[in-house]
């Protein structure tokens, strides 16, 4: 597979210049005769307030897929702290910026040139310098509100994924993407106590002698009872190779022991498989840095052991909400021999990118089945959008959610993350499915019960649909909306996918005829 540049983990860092940003003197009377600046001390530390603050406006005004100019994000980041107090007020008056506390102006300051991040970071600052001796409110806050108030405000006008995640919020973030030291456990509270919900087979909690259903009673010879279950995960988590020790209680006999636990590398399972009657049923849950690799060793597997028995794989995406987009693209190249993937198009020259297939299909040519749904999105809908336009799958269920954007996520210097819509996906067959989504080859959307395939099949041609649906313009939001009531998104997850598709791989003149999309057919009720 092509190699991608790597847009989720960029290293942008804006250089902190403590730049005077222009301050104008003002005649504007002064609340208590107190002085304009205040020193904040050690609560907001200019240095870091004005290092995230630039770091964060040169990310969102470089990478927006939308032209964004720092100006626009520092005004109304401004704006945004009226969040934190509603007496606050900013107005943008002939290239000056009046700040309001009230029903009174307490200072002008002289906007710096619309590009410069890191004189607007330090507006801000100055900013909460000239508030701070009149808002209460202010005054009581930390850094992180500070944050968070001004960076919901400049990305409010982007669009609804581009975000802010604050330090605690984005290590999550990051964990779910590239894993993080535990023991692989998950655990259950029940009146302050907290019990073995899971255990994986291969985590090292299970080889140390934890059992689902014990109950955890100290970590490190610290009590658990009573804490908070984010508090008790923390207590579990640190650097690989260290180890911890757990006390438990055996439920059904009543015994505590003390375990020895070696943490190691902890990345969430997205891949569950079962085999039946000839056919390979993969529940994908999100995308992550495992997804594909577990997902190749699944199928190899069930080749190597059923050989001509292995009849065919279901992609069950439903419900899947995306995850990291090299690994999408990976999963969809298992199963392409050769040619285009996805490819990506945005305003920043990185976000230019065509991805191609290696030349080994690691299913041989096998039927591949998609089942997707209203909530199947982004990195989802690119398996499905490139599998189905190679004809090499047929997709089952409704139109997907229609988020065919890309996000790059820029680490900031609190360890918070900014996270920034940054280009488009376009399908191999050249269209955009943001606001469309996938349209599945066999429509059950509205569908209820189990139904039954075959006779209850009602078929159309399909190729004008198609070429609509693959030629409708982005910005003819009426026409795709028109486009996508052919088969509604539907958020309900059928049995009625699965027997459908278990038919569709097990019956090989069907599979044919769905799979070059000539036909669309819609489950009669």
């Not at 530390?45 to 994000?73: K, M, N, Q």
């Not at 999550?172 to 994986?200: A, P, S, Y």
Request: glycine share 8%; charged share 25%; with cysteine.
């Amino acid at each position: 597979m092509k190699q991608m540049n790597n847009a989720f983990c960029s290293s942008i860092m804006a250089v902190l210049l403590l730049s005077a940003c222009g301050t104008a003197p003002s005649n504007d009377a002064h609340l208590s005769g107190q002085s304009t600046f205040v020193d904040m001390g050690e609560k907001l530390p200019r240095d870091e307030i004005s290092s995230v603050l630039a770091s964060g406006f040169y990310s969102i005004s470089e990478r927006a897929l939308t032209p964004v100019d720092v100006r626009s994000l520092g005004l109304e980041g401004l704006r945004g702290l009226a969040t934190i107090d509603p007496a606050i007020g900013i107005q943008e008056v002939n290239g000056t910026v009046e700040i309001w506390y009230g029903d009174q102006r307490v200072s002008t300051l002289v906007e710096p040139m619309a590009h410069d991040s890191e004189s607007w970071s330090d507006v801000v600052y100055d900013t909460l310098s000239v508030l701070w001796s009149h808002s209460s409110d202010l005054a009581q806050t930390n850094a992180e509100r500070i944050y968070e108030a001004v960076f919901d405000a400049a990305l409010a006008n982007l669009d609804i994924f581009s975000r802010y995640a604050g330090k605690r919020e984005a290590e999550e973030h990051r964990d779910n993407r590239e894993g993080h030291g535990g023991v692989n456990l998950t655990l259950d509270k029940i009146d302050q106590r907290f019990f073995i919900k899971q255990v994986d087979r291969e985590s090292p909690a299970y080889e140390a002698g934890v059992r689902k259903g014990d109950m955890l009673i100290s970590v490190d010879g610290q009590a658990v009872v009573g804490k908070s279950l984010h508090d008790v995960d923390t207590m579990l988590r640190g650097k690989i190779q260290t180890e911890l020790v757990l006390e438990i209680e055996r439920i059904s006999t009543g015994v505590s022991q003390k375990l020895f636990v070696w943490r190691e590398l902890v990345i969430p399972q997205t891949v569950w498989t079962t085999f039946e009657d000839g056919v390979l049923d993969v529940r994908i849950t999100s995308f992550n840095e495992r997804t594909a690799r577990r997902l190749s060793q699944q199928v190899q597997d069930i080749a190597l052991m059923h050989g001509n028995r292995f009849k065919g794989v279901i992609l069950d995406l439903r419900g899947n909400p995306g995850g990291l987009l090299r690994k999408a693209v990976q999963v969809a190249d298992l199963f392409l021999a050769g040619g285009r993937i996805i490819s990506t198009k945005g305003r920043h020259p990185d976000s230019l990118e065509v991805y191609e297939a290696d030349p080994v299909d690691v299913a041989q040519g096998r039927p591949i089945v998609i089942l997707m749904d209203g909530k199947s999105a982004s990195a989802s809908e690119i398996v499905a959008a490139s599998l189905q336009d190679r004809k090499r799958a047929v997709v089952v269920g409704s139109s997907s959610y229609g988020k065919g954007t890309v996000q790059s996520v820029q680490r900031l210097p609190n360890n918070g993350e900014i996270t920034v819509t940054w280009s488009r996906l376009i399908a191999p067959s050249g269209y955009a499915f943001h606001g469309l989504g996938v349209r599945p080859s066999v429509c059950t959307s509205g569908v209820e019960g189990q139904g039954r395939f075959g006779a209850a099949l009602w078929e159309d041609d399909g190729r004008a649909l198609m070429k609509n649906w693959r030629s409708v313009a982005i910005e003819d939001r009426t026409g795709r909306k028109k486009l996508r009531l052919t088969c509604p998104p539907d958020r309900q997850e059928k049995g009625i996918d699965m027997v459908v598709a278990r038919n569709i791989i097990l019956d090989p003149d069907i599979y044919r005829r769905f799979k070059g999309f000539t036909t669309i057919a819609t489950i009669a009720q």
